[in-house]
């Protein structure tokens, strides 16, 4: 009941090209109106970035590590309200007053050529539901998401950070404390983007055939 519910919109190809180069362009309205933005680059290698770029502070490079492997991301964040989320959705604002011109050289440096952000469309919304708990029988506080989709099924992701140094020390006291919780490690890794993505990509191809067969 604590949980804050957010709606997840991407934007890409309906045949999912900017995926398949690695970028991803997402939004997301959050509870109380506002909202953020971001450009990633998932995998990325960190040593070819612009040093300057990774002074800024709405930039991130991470490392996401999971059972049976870790991806490094990049990923350029932004602000705006949701209202403006809802009016790109609608169609009644481009997409591309969404993000910062920082934001947008980002992505016209990464996205394949002439892939520009008029191109793309709306995948989703996908709601989920986020928390943030601090266990006590755990030293670090814990990240909680559930991502529904429209048709019935899920993804429960379970996560902690900590600094690059510490990986290994922390992931495996993690693993330890989630196996003593009953979690089985070994379950699909399925990753929220690329099943938002396939989802919707294939409901666009649906409703496109539905159409033409109309």
Known sequence: MEAQPRQAFFFDTPDLALNRAGVVVRARRIQGGDADTVIKLRPVDPSTLDPELRRSAAFKVEVDVMPGG??????????????????????????????????????????PAGLTMDKLVVLGPTFLLKARHQPKDFDR???????????????????????????FQVGTEFKVYLAGKGIVLGADQSAKTKTSLEFFSAQLQQE????TAG
């Open 208 to 211: 496109k055939q539905e159409a």
């Open 70 to 111: 870790f991806v490094c991301s990049a990923s350029y964040k932004g602000v705006c309200s949701g209202q403006e989320v809802l009016d790109v959705s609608s169609g009644a604002m481009p997409l591309r007053k969404l993000f910062s011109r920082e934001q947008r050289d980002f992505y016209d440096a990464h996205a």
């Open 141 to 167: 506080r814990i990240t909680v998401e559930m991502w529904l989709y429209p048709d019935g099924s899920r993804i429960l992701e379970i996560s902690t950070k900590c600094l690059p140094d510490e990986t």
